[in-house]
Structure formats: structure tokens, C-alpha cells
């Protein structure tokens, strides 16, 4: 598990939308797998196992 620094996103759109799917500072995140193409990215947050987007993920920092 990986805790979440903070937000990279440079819109606020993003930050709230990252903001609604768990992603807050310090919650911890386990990438479970990743598309061949790298395009789509199963994670688990808090419990739950999401599929994001590459746009969704790149927006995000973390720290191992």
C-alpha cells in the first residue's frame, strides 16, 4: 500500500472529482493491475477495487 502526498492535478475539477473517489491526503492505495497499453488501472482504496483511467491516474502523486 502506497499513502496519496496529494493532489497533482492543476484544475479544480479534477482535485474534487479525485476528492469524491476517496483519493485524500495520506489514504493508502494498492495498484492491483495495469492494462497492457497502460491506459486503464485497477487500485484498491479504502476497501474498494476502482478502474481508473490513465487521465484520472496521472493526476495523482504518491509517495512509496
Not at 5 to 14: E, M, N, R, W
Amino acid at each position: 500500500s502506497t499513502p496519496i502526498k496529494s493532489s497533482a492535478a492543476s484544475d479544480v475539477y479534477k482535485r474534487q472529482a479525485n476528492g469524491e473517489l476517496g483519493f485524500i491526503a495520506g489514504q493508502k492505495v494498492r495498484l492491483v493491475r495495469c492494462s497492457l497499453l497502460k491506459r486503464a488501472f485497477l487500485v484498491e482504496l479504502r476497501g474498494y477495487t476502482l478502474s481508473l483511467r490513465k487521465s484520472i491516474v496521472d493526476g495523482l502523486l504518491v509517495k512509496e
